[in-house]
């Protein structure tokens, strides 16, 4: 599959930053960010398509670092800031920086969580949910479209009705969590709640009906909170009870 090209706010500011612009090229089937998309709007810049090589390929070459909210080019990076892309730095309170850490620390959650999974089933499924909340780091680091991905071998209308309709499924109403439950259903349990905090987060960096929204992003953390919680109910069913040498009921 051919590589597709990408234009960033990070390439324009950076542009912008060299010499005056009215008009930036890019090659036919350029991704431009929503963030890009806001930022040429906010400076009147037009997007011509033709046959130009993306200004992304251009800009690397560059010395420095650039504050991302002023275009002011920088021989140092404070230790108050860090990377949003290439050589452009925010502060590290930044939304998207904060959205990026708290992702980062799913992964490492989920890790620990698949070492004292004590069922194969169990690790392979925390896998799936660890791989899907990479994509979303990827995607959100790399300003690209989050490909529409199954979970739990599920897409977007199962995932949800099974989520909610639990009694169907599972034999029991909508369980409260207790002290007196499976440790791994309680680690589910927090595990969702972390996951509805990014989500929350995610709202935050990219707010909706902004240039900066990515409704991709939020969906995916919606639907992986909704993934998380059947866990939580497989483990209270049994499904997880067998090891990898044992049987469990499919649900």
Do not use: W
């Not at 036919?28 to 929503?34: A, L, N």
């Not at 404070?78 to 708290?102: A, D, F, Q, S």
């Not at 199954?150 to 309709?165: I, K, N, P, V, Y």
């Not at 909706?208 to 497989?234: H, K, M, W």
């Amino acid at each position: 599959m051919k590589k597709r090209n990408i234009l960033t706010e990070s390439d324009l500011r950076t542009a912008r930053a060299r010499h005056a612009m009215e008009e930036i090229h890019v090659a036919p089937g350029t991704f431009v960010t929503p963030l890009a998309r806001e930022y040429m709007r906010d400076h009147g810049i037009r997007l011509v398509e033709d046959a130009y090589q993306p200004m992304s390929h251009a800009v690397q070459t560059g010395h420095g670092f650039i504050d991302c909210a002023t275009g002011e080019q920088l021989a140092q990076k404070g230790e108050y800031m860090t990377h949003l892309h290439g050589r452009m730095l925010v502060p590290k309170n930044h939304p998207r920086i904060v959205l990026r850490g708290m992702l980062d620390s799913l992964q490492a959650e989920i890790l620990l969580m698949q070492a004292d999974a004590g069922s194969a089933r169990l690790q392979s499924d925390l896998g799936e949910i660890l791989e899907a909340i990479r994509q979303v780091l990827g995607a959100e680091v790399k300003d690209t479209p989050l490909p529409e991905t199954t979970l739990l071998g599920m897409d977007q209308e199962a995932l949800h009705r099974m989520s909610h309709e639990v009694k169907e499924t599972f034999g029991f109403d909508h369980p409260v969590p207790s002290a007196g439950m499976d440790l791994r259903a309680l680690r589910l349990n927090r595990l969702r709640t972390e996951i509805r905090a990014a989500e929350r987060s995610a709202v935050t960096a990219f707010p909706p009906g902004t240039a900066q929204e990515r409704a991709d992003i939020i969906r995916q953390l919606n639907r992986l909170s909704s993934a998380v919680y059947l866990l939580f109910c497989r483990v209270l069913a049994g499904y997880y009870k067998e090891d990898c040498h044992g049987s469990a009921a499919t649900v």
